[in-house]
Nanobody, 125 residues
Framework: QMVLVESGGGLVQAGDSLRLSCTAS????????MGWFRQAPGEEREFVAA????????YYPDSTKGRFTISRDNARNRAYLEMNRLRPDDTAIYYC??????????????????WGQGTQVTVSS
């Protein structure tokens, strides 16, 4: 399993941008697909973005497609989530996740076996 630590969350205004980082350790980073999920108060955790081990395949739900970009730096064992045109309904705790069983990427929460502790993103209107 990987140890994942997120950073970069904060309070921003609607329309602003924010970049989240996820630093991984504990195993070979390129054995894992990476993903981001989020959970708003009172809501289920939902898929935000995912990326294959090589970075060549990406996955987004309709809610983030065109606004969010996931990327990774395999030399630095890091994954990123660039979020643009943020909206108040993007407010949530954002979690970084890693999947060893699906290295080519997945949108299914159950496929991810390592999770970070989360970072809060708050978007004010």
């Amino acid at each position: 399993q990987m140890v994942l630590v997120e950073s970069g969350g904060g309070l921003v205004q609607a329309g602003d941008s924010l970049r989240l980082s996820c630093t991984a350790s504990g195993d070979t980073f390129t054995n894992y697909a990476m993903g981001w999920f989020r959970q708003a108060p009172g809501e289920e955790r939902e898929f935000v973005a995912a990326l294959s081990w090589s970075g060549t395949s990406t996955y987004y739900p309709d809610s983030t497609k065109g606004r969010f970009t996931i990327s990774r730096d395999n030399a630095r064992n890091r994954a990123y989530l660039e979020m643009n045109r943020l909206r108040p309904d993007d407010t949530a705790i954002y979690y970084c996740a890693a999947s060893k069983g699906t290295p080519y990427g997945s949108s299914r929460e159950a496929d991810f076996d390592s999770w970070g502790q989360g970072t809060q993103v708050t978007v004010s209107s």
